[in-house]
C-alpha cells in the first residue's frame, strides 16, 4: 500500500502544479499586473494611432507593426510576421428600399452591407420571412425561399432549447436554398447596425448579404402583416482584391520544444476601432507577454504568443499557422492553445470539451483567487466553434479560453459603429491580464498537461458528442465522412 501511495503521488506529482513554486510566481506575477500593466494604455494608444484594424487594409498592416514594435519593445528578441494570401474585401456603397408588390411607395431603409458580400449587385425580389434562419426554417420554406430575400434573425427569437448558428452558416443556407439576397435583422436594441462576414471561408459569396436594426426589424415585420408581400430592392458596390496579412509571432523559449501558443485575433471590422472586439483579448496577449518577459519567466515549455489576423473572416490567420504547423511537420509540438477573444473580466475556464482538466483548472484558479478574491473560479467543459481556437481544436490539441463578462451595453456594440475605446474598463481588462498570465504559468511549467493531443477518430467522436457535426459540416470544416 505505501508503495502504491508513492506512485499515486509522483504520477500526481507531475499533472498537479507544485503550489509552492506556483504562489511565488504568482505573487510575482499579481505585483507586476497590478503596479506596471501596459495594457489598458496600449490598446488606447493603437486606438488614437491606428484606428480600426480590417484585415488586408492599411490600417491592418499599421496594426501588425504596431503589435511586432510592441513585443520588440518588451525585449523580445524572437518576433516574426506569418504572412498568408487573404481576399481583401472592404465596403463601398449599400441601399436597401423596400415597398408593397403592388405599390411604388418605397422605404429606404438603414442598413450596412455584410464583409464578402458580391463586389456589385442589384436585386430586387419579394421577401419571405424565414425567422431564425436554422436549418428547420428554410427547409419549411423550401417551396417560396428560391428566387426571394429571406429575411432573418441574426439571433435567436421565440426558439426555447435551439442552438443559434452562424450568420455565414444561415447565408449558406439561404444559398443553398435559392435565395437571391439574405437580410439579417440585428438583435440589439435600437438602430443598431452590425457587420460581419457572411462568408464560411473568406471567398466572396454569390448574392448580397445586409443587416438591418432591430427597430427597422420590427417595423418592416409589422409592415408586411398590413401589406405583404414586401418588395426589397439592394444595390451594393465593394471592393475585393488580393493581399497579403501578417500573423505576428513572439517566442519565449522554453526548456523543451513542447509549446502552449496563446493566441487573440489582432484584426477588427471597420465600422469603428474594434476596442472589444478584439482589442481587448489582443492587447492583453501582448500584455501577458511583456509580464512574462519583465518577470524573465524561463518557462519549461516554449510559450509562443501570437496576435492572429483575418479572423473576422472566417479564421485565416489560424488556419494559416495551423496548415504551415503540418507542413513543417511541428504540429505535435504544440500541447495546448489558449484563445482571448473578447475576454474581459476573467473568472473562470473553458475547457472544450476535455473533462480530464478539471481537476487541474480547479487547483490552478484555487491559487489564482487567493490573490484576487474577485475571481469565481468557475469551469466549463462545453465547446464551441468561430474562433481562433477551431483549426487547433480539430486537430486534437486541447484548448482554453476564459468566461468573463461584458455589460449589456458593451455586448450591443459587438461588430457596430459604437466599439471604441470608452468601453472599456481598466480594471477588468487588466484582471485578464493577471489571471491568464497565472494560468499560462501554470500550464507552461507543469511536467505533464492536463490533456493530450486527441487522435482524428476522438476528435470526431468529440464534436459529434459536443453537437458540433452539422454546424461544421455547413461550414465545410467537417473532415470525416459524412
Known amino acids: ?17 507544485c503550489k509552492s513554486q506556483n504562489e511565488s510566481a504568482f505573487r510575482k506575477i499579481d505585483e507586476e499586473v497590478s503596479k506596471n500593466s501596459k495594457v489598458y494604455e496600449s490598446l488606447q494608444n493603437a486606438v488614437k494611432t491606428v484606428g480600426h484594424r480590417l484585415t488586408g487594409s492599411a490600417n491592418g ?17 524572437d518576433v516574426r510576421y506569418q504572412a498568408f494570401e487573404v481576399e481583401a474585401w472592404s465596403r463601398d456603397t449599400v441601399s436597401l428600399s423596400i415597398a408593397p408588390r403592388a405599390s411604388d411607395n418605397y ?37 417560396k425561399i428560391s428566387g426571394k430575400v429571406a429575411l432573418v434573425n441574426l439571433h435567436l427569437a421565440g426558439a426555447p432549447g435551439k442552438t443559434n448558428i452562424h450568420r455565414s452558416e444561415k447565408t449558406a443556407l439561404a444559398i443553398r436554398y435559392g435565395a437571391m439576397a439574405i437580410i439579417f435583422i440585428n438583435s440589439a436594441p435600437g438602430e443598431t447596425l452590425l457587420t460581419g462576414t457572411a462568408s464560411i471561408s473568406g471567398a466572396l459569396i454569390s448574392i448580397p ?7 427597422s426589424g420590427k417595423e418592416l415585420r409589422a409592415w408586411a402583416e398590413t401589406e405583404k408581400p414586401l418588395v426589397a430592392e439592394i444595390d451594393m458596390q465593394n471592393t475585393s482584391r488580393k493581399t497579403q496579412a501578417r500573423n505576428v509571432i513572439a517566442t519565449l523559449k522554453g526548456k523543451s520544444k513542447e509549446k502552449i501558443v496563446i493566441g487573440g485575433h489582432l484584426d477588427s471590422w471597420d465600422l469603428a476601432t474594434g476596442a472589444i472586439d478584439n482589442g481587448i483579448g489582443s492587447f492583453s496577449v501582448l500584455d501577458i507577454a511583456r509580464t512574462f518577459q519583465k518577470l524573465k519567466i524561463k518557462p519549461e515549455k516554449t510559450i509562443e504568443f501570437v496576435l492572429f489576423m483575418g479572423e473576422e473572416q472566417g479564421l485565416l490567420g489560424s488556419r494559416h499557422y495551423v496548415r504551415e504547423a503540418i507542413r513543417r511537420n511541428q504540429l505535435q509540438e504544440i500541447g495546448y492553445m489558449i484563445n482571448l477573444d473578447m475576454t474581459n473580466n476573467a473568472n473562470g475556464t473553458i475547457s472544450y470539451g476535455r473533462p480530464e482538466t478539471e481537476s487541474f483548472f480547479k487547483n490552478i484558479g484555487e491559487q489564482a483567487a487567493r490573490f484576487d478574491t474577485t475571481y469565481k473560479n468557475t469551469i466549463n467543459n462545453s465547446a464551441g466553434l468561430h474562433s481562433d481556437h477551431q483549426p487547433f481544436m480539430l486537430n486534437g490539441i486541447p484548448v482554453l479560453a476564459f468566461a468573463g463578462s461584458l455589460p449589456p451595453k458593451v455586448s450591443y456594440c459587438y461588430h457596430a459603429d459604437c466599439d471604441n475605446f470608452d468601453l472599456v474598463n481598466r480594471t477588468e481588462v487588466e484582471k485578464t491580464v493577471r489571471i491568464v498570465s497565472m494560468y499560462l504559468y501554470a500550464l507552461a511549467s507543469s511536467r505533464q498537461l492536463p490533456a493530450q493531443r486527441l487522435s482524428s477518430t476522438e476528435v470526431r467522436d468529440l464534436m459529434i458528442q459536443q453537437h458540433l457535426k452539422e454546424p461544421l459540416i455547413l461550414g465545410n470544416d467537417w473532415q470525416w465522412d459524412q
Open 61 to 77: 498592416s499599421h496594426a501588425e507593426e504596431y503589435a511586432f514594435n510592441l513585443f520588440k519593445s518588451f525585449g523580445f528578441k
Open 107 to 143: 422605404r429606404e431603409v438603414p442598413v450596412t452591407a455584410l464583409a464578402f458580400s458580391p463586389v456589385s449587385a442589384q436585386v430586387k425580389g419579394e421577401i419571405v420571412d424565414a425567422g431564425n434562419g436554422l436549418a428547420e426554417d428554410f427547409e419549411a420554406l423550401k417551396d
Open 1 to 17: 500500500m505505501k508503495r502504491l501511495l508513492l506512485l499515486l503521488a509522483a504520477s500526481f506529482g507531475g499533472i498537479f502544479p
Open 209 to 215: 448579404a445586409v443587416c438591418i436594426s432591430s427597430h
